[in-house]
């Protein structure tokens, strides 16, 4: 005879060691976490909570504002608040992995750090202490001075709310979602635009600018086969395209269409910039209809000069600099902040394939996005497309190595992912680091 299993309602099913449920406050000043640690000796607030519950229920803006005063505040007998927040290893580790830690020597660093300071009895403590706590982990782990410098730098730059805008180009499959997604991850960017949706919102509305089907599917810029070779091999080497000499080849109409669409484009997410640039937030746009010379009033007011040979665009840019602007009360650390301008960082990347590995891409995705997917498309079909998109990408890879000193050309092979992303992520913290304000010049891990 079968026992019944009962359930009791009453037992926990959680599990886990005291270090998940002790919390640890971050004061952001020494006397703060002092005037903290005697009054939670006396009784005052009390030290236990679920370390897990906070990495949750903080929202990945918390991470990036390690330091601020954001996450709790308590009033003394002068009616002065003195503010802190709450220490999660979930939010920790993420910074350490921004910082290039791999992910599974950051969470072990993290619970060693809430260990040590359980142990001694340290559940109040200032950002300082805190910060001095994971340079000495990261030594005893083997990690040289750059991950320690570039720790302090990413949390600094998080801190002061500089807006990171990542604008990664190229043709259709390419794999720009991908890493887009797995930067967005490494660097805790919340905010990622994928500006082909843009485009087939505008062209399902009425009076749409942009033409119902895309490029590759449109017969009124057909006629490439008889031009595709050449104009391949003078992108290969870097030539003057046809559209660049003003002739009216099918190729130059080609990116004419494709330059006029990326206008589209580029108004539509032109509030979101502004936002961003406004707010201090960080953002990665990634798309077909990102025409990087369309950007370049933007980055030049990144950098401090206008573009060649064009007036500075009055698009508000360069008053979004400041991050602190109407985003602060007047205090008085914010309006010394807010005499310190920090300019946004623009970082533009373009990504491309070589013609095997491309060709292999779109076999796929256009088998697959068939209504029968056992119906493989027709190789004409298969050559219209490709040679479509090679000359997007030939513009592109122009585009790129006429601007090397601000453009990222990176070629994508699909077996090799994850070092793409490495690649990408070192040339990230790069690109922070020589507009970072401050003297920090050890090149990131």
């Not at 040679?387 to 077996?415: E, G, W």
Request: proline share 5%; with cysteine; aromatic share 6%.
């Amino acid at each position: 005879m079968d026992v019944p299993i009962e359930f009791s309602s009453k037992r926990s099913t959680k599990s886990g060691s005291k270090y998940d449920y002790v919390k640890v406050r971050v004061w952001l000043s020494e006397q703060d976490a002092r005037d903290g640690k005697k009054q939670n000796d006396d009784g005052g607030v009390g030290g236990h909570d679920n370390d897990s519950s906070d990495s949750s229920s903080q929202s990945p803006r918390r991470f990036r504002a390690l330091g601020r005063s954001d996450s709790g505040s308590s009033s003394t007998s002068t009616g002065a608040k003195k503010h802190y927040y709450v220490l999660s290893r979930f939010l920790l580790a993420r910074m350490l992995t921004a910082a290039r830690v791999p992910k599974k020597k950051a969470t072990q660093i993290m619970l060693e750090l809430k260990k040590k300071l359980v142990d001694e009895n340290r559940l109040d403590i200032s950002q300082k202490q805190l910060e001095n706590e994971v340079f000495a982990l990261l030594e005893t782990n083997g990690f040289s001075k750059k991950y320690v410098e570039c720790f302090g730098m990413i949390t600094s730059f998080y801190h002061l709310k500089i807006p990171l805008i990542v604008y990664i180009c190229g043709t259709a499959c390419v794999g720009k979602s991908m890493i887009a997604t797995h930067l967005a991850e490494r660097l805790n960017l919340p905010n990622v635009l994928q500006t082909d949706l843009f485009a087939q919102i505008i062209r399902m509305s009425e009076d749409s600018p942009m033409h119902p089907f895309p490029l590759w599917d449109r017969k009124d810029v057909a006629g490439l086969q008889g031009t595709a070779a050449s104009q391949a091999a003078a992108g290969a080497v870097g030539e003057r395209s046809p559209t660049d000499s003003g002739d009216s080849s099918p190729v130059a109409s080609l990116l004419h269409e494709f330059k006029r669409e990326c206008a589209c484009v580029r108004k539509s997410v032109q509030g979101d910039l502004e936002k961003s640039l406004h707010d201090g937030k960080s953002i990665i746009l990634e798309g077909t209809y990102l025409d990087p010379a369309m950007f370049t009033d933007l980055y030049a007011a990144a950098r401090g000069r206008d573009p060649p040979g064009q007036e500075r665009a009055p698009l508000g840019e360069l008053e979004a600099c400041d991050p602190y602007a109407e985003s602060e009360e007047s205090t008085p650390a914010s309006l010394e902040r807010r005499d310190k301008t920090y300019s946004p960082i623009i970082v533009p990347i373009v990504l491309a394939m070589d013609k095997e590995t491309h060709l292999d891409a779109l076999d796929q995705w256009m088998t697959s996005s068939r209504d029968d997917p056992a119906e493989a498309p027709l190789d004409s079909e298969k050559e219209h497309v490709y040679q479509t998109l090679s000359q997007i990408q030939n513009y592109y890879v122009r585009f790129a190595k006429s601007h090397a000193d601000t453009v990222k050309l990176c070629y994508v092979d699909p077996m090799r992912i994850q070092d793409t992303v490495d690649d990408l992520h070192s040339h990230l913290l790069e690109e922070i680091m020589a507009s970072f304000p401050r003297k920090a010049k050890a090149q990131p891990p």
